[in-house]
């Protein structure tokens, strides 16, 4: 059982700092910020979205605290309107923030995404897999949420190169704010845009 925490970046994801060296990140439902502050501390120019207000405070007071301030710029939109723009990103970050939306708009924001990415830049992803606890016990009504298989998660990135990737167990919470804590399956990738 891997104990992902909750304020330390998902490793998967956090190791695109070995491997690329700054420029315009996009992390997208960004939450606290754990990613959008390591990827500023490494010299990153970081765009955080999320549709809770009080997520973005939180990120804010962290980035003050680490001194990357200057380094983020922090958005408080829904992330399908936000990706309606057609800024350029050398690399975007989606963790685990697609079982809040349903289905079909999970889909359209990866498409937006890869879009959205520059050629040879790069996503970051981490989603919870439809199988487990985790997917079982999550209520799918009235939405049928974003809970792929590692199949199909596989084929939405096929034509980009594949660096880092794996499943890992992991703990959740069904929703933000929710008691209860189920454990599921998180599928991590980090993938080059060809
Ligand atoms: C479980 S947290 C994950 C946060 C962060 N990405 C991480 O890995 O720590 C999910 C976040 O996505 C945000 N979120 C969910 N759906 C969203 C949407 N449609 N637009 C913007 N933010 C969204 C929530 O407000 C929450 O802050």
Redesign the pocket.
Known sequence: MTNFS?TQP?PVIASLAQLKQGGRLLDL????G??AIHFAKHGFKVTA????AG?LDRLEEAAHIEDVESRITLVHK???GFLRQEDRWDVIIL???LH??PMPIGNLIIKRAQHLTEPGGWNGF?VWLDEGDFAKRLPTQPMNRFLPTYDSMHARYEHWQKALGGVALARGRPD?GSEFVFTGRIHCGLCQKL
């Open positions: 909750d998902i439902g960004c939450g606290d754990r990613h979205v999320d549709h809770d997520a829904d992330v399908a963790s685990l923030f809040e939306v981490a933000p």
